[in-house]
């Protein structure tokens, strides 16, 4: 479990220092989200 933590960590800071607009943010947040959600549903 905590590796999983500290991947979507790695991926969240990777996603977030690409985004350059308001939009593109938006965007890479739902990303992110989708695939937390994703890994909490593979853990089960």
């Known amino acids: 479990m905590k590796n999983v933590i ?3 960590c790695f991926l969240c800071a990777l ?3 690409s985004c350059n607009t308001i ?3 938006g965007k ?3 990303s992110v989200g989708e695939s937390i959600q994703k890994t ?3 853990a089960k």
Do not use: K, M, P, Q
């Open 23 to 25: 939009e593109g943010i």
């Open 15 to 17: 996603v977030l220092s």
């Open 6 to 8: 500290i991947a979507c």
């Open 40 to 42: 909490a549903n593979d």
């Open 28 to 30: 890479d947040t739902e």
